[in-house]
């Protein structure tokens, strides 16, 4: 039995022996791997994206959502800006600029494309704002282009409608109907 305790205490020793040869040789060890990267935590608990064409997840960059409006859009889903004029002019802006009124009418009351002002919907989603960011961001399979930055015109990244922007134009929308999409 003594033998056995002697061994195991041998056994100990060569253990530390041999760690401290190895801490005095960190070379011979190669890289230390960072230890410390915890798991990072999913950024705040916000809403996530679906595309209208197949329902399935698609992913738009948190940083894009740089405006204390698009934060609170992100967090919540609600569109901070119906109802608010000076946003909804800027909105109406957009919406020309981005040539909406050529499909959709300068009213969005519907030219090639459908009206856009509801209370009914060809996509019943887009009478939530969550529902309409995510059709003007990415498209429809119907003859609706996507419109999110980056998206529009895969041959220029900066091409497209930032976060903010579309809040701005769904608030201009909105205001044209009875649907506020923050219902
Ligand atoms: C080239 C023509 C065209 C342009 C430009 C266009 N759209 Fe559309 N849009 C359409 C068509 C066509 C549909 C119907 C799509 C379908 O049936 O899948 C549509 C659908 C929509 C819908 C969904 C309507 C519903 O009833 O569900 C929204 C919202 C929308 N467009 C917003 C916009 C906005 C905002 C812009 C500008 C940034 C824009 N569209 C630019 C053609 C266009």
């Not at 459908?114 to 009478?127: D, E, I, M, R």
Request: aromatic content about 6%; charged content about 15%; glycine content about 14%.
């Amino acid at each position: 039995m003594n033998t056995f305790k002697i061994s195991a205490v041998l056994l100990a020793l060569v253990a530390v022996l041999t760690a401290c040869g190895k801490q005095g040789a960190p070379a011979a060890d190669g890289a230390a791997p960072a230890a410390a990267s915890a798991a990072a935590p999913a950024a705040g608990a916000g809403i996530s994206f679906v595309d209208t064409q197949e329902g399935k997840p698609i992913v738009i960059d948190a940083k894009l959502f740089d405006t204390p409006a698009a934060k609170e859009f992100l967090a919540t889903g609600k569109n901070p800006y119906v109802g608010n004029e000076e946003q909804i002019k800027k909105g109406k802006r957009i919406f020309g600029l981005y040539s909406c009124t050529q499909c959709h009418g300068p009213e969005a009351g519907g030219q090639v494309g459908p009206g856009l002002v509801g209370p009914t919907f060809k996509y019943p989603k887009n009478a939530t704002n969550k529902g309409m960011f995510e059709t003007i961001w990415h498209g429809t399979n119907g003859g609706m282009g996507a419109k999110g930055l980056g998206l529009m015109n895969p041959s220029n990244p900066e091409d497209g409608v930032k976060p903010d922007e579309i809040l701005q134009v769904i608030a201009w929308i909105r205001s044209h109907g009875t649907v506020t999409g923050n219902e």
